[in-house]
Antibody, heavy 121, light 108 residues
Framework: EVQLVESGGGLVQPGGSLRLSCAASGFSFSSYWMTWVRQAPGKGLEWVANIKQDGSEMYCVDAVKGRFTISRDNAKNSLYLQMNSLRAEDTAVYYC??????????????WGQGTLVTVSS | EIVLTQSPGTLSLSPGERATLSCRASQSLSSSYLAWYQQKPGQAPRLLIYGASSRATGIPDRFSGSGSGTDFTLTISRLEPEDFAVYYCQQYGNSQRTFGPGTKVDIK
């Protein structure tokens, strides 16, 4: 069974840092792109970043460029999101998701339950 | 950046009725790069449709997707009580993925 379990969320002051983790199991982690998506309270989904299987390519939304870094450790079946210079507008539930690419289409087919990050003084 | 617009913002319907949700892209997309998700309060999103029209594993056949280019549609043929939720489209057409703002389907 595919499982994605996020951790590392919590309350942090503006300007602070936090590192989110996503532990993957039940599939060949090193064979998939992985993604972070966030959702501010009462708002819609926002794609944050993704990373290629071997970590050689990474992309992120403009709102977090220069502040957030996505990374992975295939030996540990883990995905990370290092978040620096946090702002109030980064307050959200952060989900990790697996991105599957096939001829029939690309999709985020498995999602974790999310971890809440609150940026507040 | 590819911007997705969803309409209507809210759809008020009764169980058994048909729901038609629209997703429009700011530039043409390959059909392979459009997906639909369902989200209920307090839950993670759930994949419904990928490649514009392929149902994900375990998704009932009352859910169907169609469209091409810039206009895509999610149809729920007969609403069941568990279908009242928020629905998002997402594009994978370029390196910066984006979601639409969502359509809430609520009970009339």
């Amino acid at each position: 069974e595919v499982q994605l379990v996020e951790s590392g969320g919590g309350l942090v002051q503006p300007g602070g840092s936090l590192r989110l983790s996503c532990a993957a199991s039940g599939f060949s982690f090193s064979s998939y792109w992985m993604t972070w998506v966030r959702q501010a309270p009462g708002k819609g989904l926002e794609w944050v970043a993704n990373i290629k299987q071997d970590g050689s390519e990474m992309y992120c939304v403009d709102a977090v460029k220069g502040r957030f870094t996505i990374s992975r450790d295939n030996a540990k079946n883990s995905l990370y999101l290092q978040m620096n210079s946090l702002r109030a507008e980064d307050t959200a539930v952060y989900y990790c998701a697996r991105e599957s690419r096939a001829a029939a289409g690309t999709k985020n087919d498995y999602w974790g339950q999310g971890t809440l990050v609150t940026v507040s003084s | 950046e590819i911007v997705l617009t969803q309409s209507p913002g809210t759809l008020s319907l009764s169980p058994g009725e048909r729901a038609t949700l629209s997703c429009r892209a700011s530039q043409s997309l390959s059909s392979s790069y459009l997906a639909w998700y369902q989200q209920k309060p307090g839950q993670a999103p759930r994949l419904l449709i990928y490649g514009a029209s392929s149902r994900a594993t375990g998704i009932p056949d009352r859910f169907s997707g169609s469209g091409s280019g810039t206009d895509f549609t999610l149809t729920i043929s007969r609403l069941e009580p568990e279908d009242f939720a928020v629905y998002y489209c997402q594009q994978y057409g370029n390196s910066q993925r984006t979601f639409g703002p969502g359509t809430k389907v609520d009970i009339k």
